[in-house]
């Protein structure tokens, strides 16, 4: 069977969502890191109460979890993140998902689909 790499790009908050849901679908494990990027989310003000108005910088800090499903788990996997993650803002997030050619386990020496 082929398998997935689900890239999760959100806000740090979201990272307790995003384990509930592999925890949820009974998948192995996660690798999630900060990361630093631009996106298309609006340049807002902040501080409006203090009389001084400036932008949000533009960079923001983000999670990036990666997780490896087997391939007929994706489809469940990704909108039930979806769902739990969108707040109908732009700086939602975004999802992407990878083939992976290979897979090995270093401790157990297995590979493909076992190896997740």
């Known amino acids: 069977m082929r398998m997935r790499k689900i890239d999760v790009i959100v806000a740090h908050e979201r990272l307790i969502d995003i384990n509930e849901i592999i925890h949820k679908h009974k998948l192995g494990g996660m690798t999630f890191y900060n990361i630093k990027g631009r996106g298309r989310s609006k340049l807002e003000p902040v501080d409006p109460n203090k009389g001084i108005l400036r932008p949000t910088p533009e960079f923001q800090t983000r999670i990036k979890c990666e997780i490896l499903v087997p391939e007929n788990m994706v489809r469940p996997v990704v ?14 997030g975004k999802v992407f998902v990878y083939e992976v050619v290979e897979a090995h386990d270093i401790r157990t020496k297995e590979s493909g689909e076992v190896a997740l």
């Open 79 to 92: 909108d039930e993140i979806l769902k739990v993650i969108n707040r109908g803002s732009v700086p939602d």
